[in-house]
């Protein structure tokens, strides 16, 4: 039995075999005969093939480029004709993720649209024009055929096309392989970007999770909010919080929710501001610019810098293998960004060209920044990243062990209320313990071990600097004292005394009270 679309098909191409004839035939009818005939034959046209049909070719022009609206219709279809049709194809599309589906040859499938019934047909011709090209082609051009019932032809040329081509072109973003860039000088080089962090597996307050989450996704929403504002479709996040608190890993949960490239910009490997410019309008839209630990990508906290150096921090993982690099070749090729060129080119016109940006910024001192760089409008949305509480625990040990409740859990709530520990470090103990034994009340007794010797050192710590704060606070009292006793002293002396004592009083004075 003929399918609706074939069946179209060849009504149509009845009716077309008609209009031919009556082409040809007509000239032997008189004029006012011919007019009138021309008339009701139109009539009766409408009347029996009262459908609208539109082609789509793969290939046009004269080079056989692919044709958008093709590869967006061939996208938009496949969900439908994976439930409809009964031959399928399947390809793997360069730079996807996933099997593409689409209906094979000369298959139909219905569509409905605000109410409106439309058959798409996939044809082929096969041409026998022998042609020498210097582009590869093919003897057989694939399309597809829209019918549509001519009473709908305005809703269908306009809101339906249009809808069927966004809905492809954001099926095909949503399938495409994501990519992490990152910059060496002022180029970008990229590769395959495959985090597994998503929102489901980040250990977070699920109340500020779901926050982040709906605050992104009204954000990839509000292209036509932010034109009516008359404001660039880009929003900053800063994150910070102490290290291992999950600020990286919400950036990649952050990429897969959105499905957005990642641009980790190493601000200490571009050389000046103009180095910069380049590389940020280089950034296509729907992606995430990443300035991981910004305090010690720029010289914004002088402070720390020194702090670092005369403490001889151990937190040297953060500096970069560029800054390392770029502090054993000298002084001469440090970084000339500024902080004045970073601001201006976050507000600055780059920001507007085309699509939705995310700038986020990471830190580990957030109180160190200066508040230009942060203020609201330049960083929208501000994310404490703290160390693991209850609710973050339970997802990891969802993750990590597979568990969801446990008699130890009230210990392990009580002990994370008052210890300071990072998820990054209790992901590590769950981690640890996994491949040693397979059972869940090692691991979670392990954690506790844990937990509760850092308690212990916590408390030293605590009792130890207690007891210095006492000493010292002794030792004021006591230096006070004498003080009092020197002044009493001077006092008593009073003018009599002769200069040379006054000055050793003063000294002494000076050297008890510090
Ligand atoms: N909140 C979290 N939820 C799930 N896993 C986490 C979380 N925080 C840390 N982790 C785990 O710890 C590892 C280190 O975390 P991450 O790199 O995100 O920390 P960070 O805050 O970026 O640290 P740094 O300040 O040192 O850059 C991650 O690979 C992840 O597995
Ligand atoms: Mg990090």
């Known amino acids: 039995m003929a399918s609706v679309g074939e069946l179209f098909t060849q009504i149509g191409s009845v009716m077309a075999g008609i209009m031919f004839m009556w082409a040809m035939f007509q000239q032997y009818f008189p004029y006012e ?50 439930m409809q049709a009964k031959k399928l194809k399947a390809n793997i599309v360069k730079n996807s993720k996933s099997l593409a589906l689409s209906m094979d040859d000369y298959e139909e499938v219905a569509d409905e649209f605000n109410g409106v019934k439309v058959w798409w047909v996939a044809g082929k011709k096969i041409s026998n024009a022998q042609t020498i090209s210097f582009y590869p082609t093919s003897d057989e051009k694939r399309f597809y055929t829209l019918l549509f019932h001519k009473k709908q032809r305005e809703m269908v040329i306009g809101p339906y096309l249009s809808h069927v081509f966004k809905e492809g072109k954001a099926i095909t973003f949503r399938n495409r392989q994501r990519k992490l860039y990152t910059n060496s000088g002022s180029y970008w080089s990229h590769v395959v970007f495959e985090h597994p962090a998503t929102f489901k597996t980040l250990g977070m307050d699920p109340v500020k999770k779901q926050e982040i989450v709906d605050d992104l996704v009204r954000f990839s929403n509000a292209q036509d909010y932010y034109a009516k504002i008359g404001r660039a479709w880009k929003r900053g996040y800063l994150l910070y919080g102490p290290p291992g608190t999950g600020k990286s890993t919400l950036i990649a949960a952050m990429a897969d929710l959105l499905k957005y490239n990642i641009y980790d910009l190493e601000l200490t490997a571009v050389k000046d501001n103009t180095e910069l410019r380049k590389l940020l309008i280089e950034t ?42 770029m502090k054993d070749e000298g002084e001469a090729k440090t970084s000339k960004v500024t902080l004045s060129g970073l601001l201006n080119f976050i507000d600055g016109l780059w ?92 691991w979670l007794e392990g954690l506790v071990r844990v937990l509760e010797t850092a308690k212990e050192e916590e408390r030293v710590k605590a009792g130890g600097e207690e007891e210095n704060g006492t000493r010292q606070l002794a030792e004021k009292v006591k230096a006070k004292g004498i003080q009092e006793e020197v002044s009493a002293v001077t006092e008593e002396s009073g003018s009599t005394k002769n200069e040379s004592n006054v000055e050793n009083g003063s000294l002494a004075k000076e050297d008890l009270v510090h």
């Open 33 to 82: 005969l011919r007019t009138s005939l021309e008339n009701y034959t139109h009539k009766i046209f409408s009347l029996m093939y009262p459908y609208v049909q539109i082609r789509f070719y793969e290939f046009s022009g004269e080079r056989f480029m692919r044709n958008e609206a093709f590869s967006s219709i061939e996208t938009y279809l496949a969900s439908i004709s994976s």
């Open 284 to 325: 296509s839209s729907k992606s995430i610019i990443v300035i991981e630990d910004i305090d010690c990508s720029l010289d914004l906290t002088g402070q720390r810098k020194k702090k670092k150096e005369e403490d001889g921090d151990d937190d040297d993982e953060k500096e970069s293998v560029a800054k390392k690099l």
């Open 351 to 442: 920001s507007a060209c085309g699509g939705e940006r995310l700038i986020v910024f990471t830190t580990n001192c957030v109180e160190k920044l200066d508040p230009a760089l942060i203020r609201r409008g330049r960083m929208d949305k501000h994310i404490e990243l703290s160390y693991c509480c209850f609710e973050s625990f339970k997802v990891l040990a969802k993750n990590y062990v597979d568990v969801e409740s446990h008699c130890l859990f009230d210990k392990i709530r009580l002990l994370l209320e008052e210890v300071n520990i990072s998820p990054a470090d209790v992901a590590e103990n769950l981690m640890v313990k996994s491949s040693v034994a397979d059972n869940v009340d090692i």
